[in-house]
Each structure stands twice: as structure tokens, then as C-alpha cells.
């Protein structure tokens, strides 16, 4: 039995048309904080609800969020437990520009069972970054699809996940892709944003799985590092 997903776009401001809203490029916003700067939303729904502008139903299982980039909306999905695949969808339409497959879906035997795409992507400029559910990560062309580059971190750097598998959004800072294999050898690691290269890798005193969130990048008293929810507990990391 086939099961899809169906995405509803509705209106939700005043402004005429989705062109001019503001980016929404990766997990909860352009900051990841979950806030939006943009003007001119509706104080309230109305009483027969926000207007329908289009829905799809044509796109596989997932958990991942929609992010939001110039006139295009970009999602992870899977087809079975063989097919884990970055779509982009138009705004104005809802109608699918290119799919891209990453690799199979991750611990499909986990229990309870629910193995599926679970990531946001993120966008910077003409770029999309990508992390599966099995720990492929990669780095593609927003506009086509086309693959620039892509690594397997369970593989390359000894990853271990929890029982759900990799459930994280990559945070782009500089030059550096930061995700979290998990594990003993390279809890958490920055990969070269060009071409997967790796820069650092940060083991774990107390070996650790990957856990369920994604690094956000925090600022206190003229110090920066990258903090991180793990299956055991928070980390910060030096930047």
C-alpha cells in the first residue's frame, strides 16, 4: 500500500501574492529561532478560514518542514524504504520542478516504526543542503537538482544514530556545513561547504548518538560556538 502526503498552501496575508514574502531558507527561519520579520499578516483568521491558493498530494512520507526560497519550495520525502529524495515544488502552483534522490531511508526496521524523511533542507543562495535519514548528505544545485557533491557520514565517520534515525537540518556558517554523526569517533563534524571536504570533527569525551535536533549558533560575551542536542544531552563546540 502506497501512502502519500498531501501539502496545503493557504494565504495567510494580506500581501497579493507568496512572490513577495520573505525567504523561509531552512529550519525554523532565516535564523533559526522560529521568527519572521514580515509585515502586513492578518491579525486573525477569517471566519471561513485562509484562502486555499493549491495542494498537492502527489509527493511521498515525511517529516520534513518545507523551506522556502525565491519562488520555490523545497521538501525531503521517501518512497518506500529505498528512496529518500530532495523534491522542489513551485510556489505559485504546487507543481513539482525536479527530484533528486539521496539514498535509502535509515533503521527501517526501527520500532515503533516509522522510517521516513525526516530533515529540513537548507538554502543558501544557489545552493541546497541536504542530510537523508540514512546520514547521506549533499550539497545540490537549487535551481536543478543536480548533485554537487555527497558524503555518508554513518559510513565515513562511524555515525550512530538513535532509534529513529538521523532527524537533522545542516547549518551552514562560513564556509562550514555543521552536522553530528554521532558516535565516539566524530560526534560532531564541519564539513567545507564547496566540496565535502572535512574541516573538524569533535569527539565526544562520552560517546553519544546523534539524536533528534539540529546545531544552532549562539553568541554569548564576544564568543561563538555551535550548540547541539544530543541523546544524552546539550554540547557547546568552539566555532
Not at 562560513?174 to 554521532?182: E, R
Request: glycine share 10%.
Amino acid at each position: 500500500m502506497k501512502h502519500t502526503s498531501t501539502l496545503y498552501i493557504a494565504a495567510i496575508s494580506i500581501l497579493p501574492t507568496l512572490l513577495l514574502a520573505d525567504n523561509w531558507p531552512q529550519w525554523r527561519g532565516p535564523q533559526r529561532d522560529g521568527i519572521s520579520h514580515e509585515t502586513g499578516l492578518l491579525a486573525e483568521w477569517p471566519k471561513e478560514g485562509p484562502k486555499l491558493l493549491w495542494e498537492v498530494s502527489n509527493i511521498g512520507r515525511g517529516y520534513s518542514t518545507p523551506a522556502v526560497a525565491d519562488s520555490r519550495l523545497y521538501l525531503m520525502e521517501s518512497e518506500g524504504l529505498e528512496n529518500e529524495s530532495v523534491i522542489a515544488l513551485d510556489t505559485r502552483d504546487g507543481k513539482r520542478i525536479w527530484s533528486t534522490r539521496l539514498g535509502n531511508v535509515g533503521n527501517p526496521k526501527q520500532q515503533p516504526n516509522f522510517p521516513t524523511a525526516r530533515s529540513t533542507p537548507t538554502i543558501e543562495g544557489d545552493l541546497l543542503y541536504a542530510q537523508s535519514s540514512d546520514g547521506d548528505v549533499a550539497c545540490l544545485d537549487a535551481k536543478t537538482g543536480t548533485v554537487r557533491w555527497k558524503k555518508n557520514i554513518r559510513n565515513d565517520y562511524g555515525g550512530k544514530t538513535a532509534e529513529w534515525a538521523y532527524a537533522e537540518s545542516p547549518l551552514i556558517d562560513g564556509d562550514a556545513m555543521v552536522c553530528a554523526p554521532g558516535g565516539s569517533a566524530a560526534t560532531v563534524i564541519a564539513l567545507r561547504k564547496s566540496t565535502g571536504d572535512l574541516i573538524w570533527k569533535c569527539p565526544l569525551l562520552e560517546a553519544d548518538d546523534a539524536g533528534f535536533s539540529s546545531a544552532i549558533l549562539v553568541e554569548v560575551g564576544g564568543i561563538r560556538e555551535y550548540v547541539r542536542l544530543l541523546t544524552k544531552g546539550l554540547v557547546g563546540i568552539l566555532c
